[in-house]
């Protein structure tokens, strides 16, 4: 009983050594010779989708009339201190994708991006005001990360091009545990659902179109083969353990 203990402590050892391999990120062997490697970004703007919250300042020389539109106080820029406060602080688009703006009305902004949105709202307001400027900005851009990391849960992101490295560094980094090959990302397309695997020590993922966030992303990380089975060791050797503990005991006081 005792051998077998010590055999299970002895494949414990060895199967929980850790490579370099398994935990480096975007792996290049021209890396290691310090030879630049160039990859073609492959960003895609986001297109505005119903229930999309958007802050829109509008400045210009008479501020009364700027500020009709200015739901967000105008010198407090686009920081808002609690998040969930967007939803009275921004204009929601509505099922339709349509957003309403005072003096302006109904703006149908579905499918556009952030930068066409603010060039539609300046040609409607040159209208009404002279030397005005806009300024648009996505506030819900939202993404949850879960599974092996160090911090999970749900982070606001201020930046569009942000990528899937900078979501998961929001979130702590992975734990060593952690699977690098088997990385789930579930992004919501309209209606559905779409659940992508990534390869975090794959250098080719900067050039896939999924490397840059979306709103509404979730990440989730598995953690490693190798230390569910160290895991399930630690308990068996455990077990063992006791086991053999309480045979020596008994044969012991017999």
Do not use: W
Request: charged residues 20%; hydrophobic residues 40%.
């Amino acid at each position: 009983m005792r051998n077998l203990a010590y055999f299970l402590l002895l494949v414990l050892f060895v199967s929980s050594c850790v490579t370099k391999k398994e935990l480096v990120y975007l792996q290049n062997d021209n890396l290691k010779k310090n030879i630049p490697t160039e990859y073609q970004s492959n960003f895609t703007a986001y297109q505005l989708q119903p229930n999309d919250v958007l802050s829109i300042k509008v400045l210009s020389v008479d501020p009364d009339m700027s500020n009709m539109f200015n739901i967000v106080n105008p010198n407090n820029a686009f920081g808002v201190s609690d998040p969930g406060s967007m939803y009275i602080s921004g204009y929601t688009l509505d099922a339709e994708g349509f957003i309403t703006l005072p003096i302006i009305g109904k703006l149908k902004v579905l499918g556009l991006t952030t930068a066409q949105t603010q060039e539609l709202i300046q040609k409607n307001l040159n209208r009404y005001i002279t030397d005005a400027t806009v300024i648009s900005k996505l506030l819900s851009f939202k993404i949850s990360v879960l599974g092996d990391v160090k911090m999970p849960g749900h982070f606001y992101i201020y930046n569009e091009r942000a990528n899937i490295l900078e979501g998961l560094s929001m979130a702590g980094d992975l734990t060593q545990a952690a699977s690098r090959q088997n990385l789930k990302l579930i992004r919501q397309k309209g209606n559905q659902s779409e659940v992508i695997l990534l390869d975090l020590r794959d250098p080719n993922l900067v050039q896939s179109q999924y490397y840059y966030l979306m709103p509404n992303d979730v990440i989730y990380v598995e953690p490693r083969t190798k230390q569910l089975k160290r895991d399930n060791l630690v308990v068996v050797s455990t077990v063992l353990g006791v086991i053999s503990t309480g045979a020596l005991l008994y044969n012991l006081f017999k």
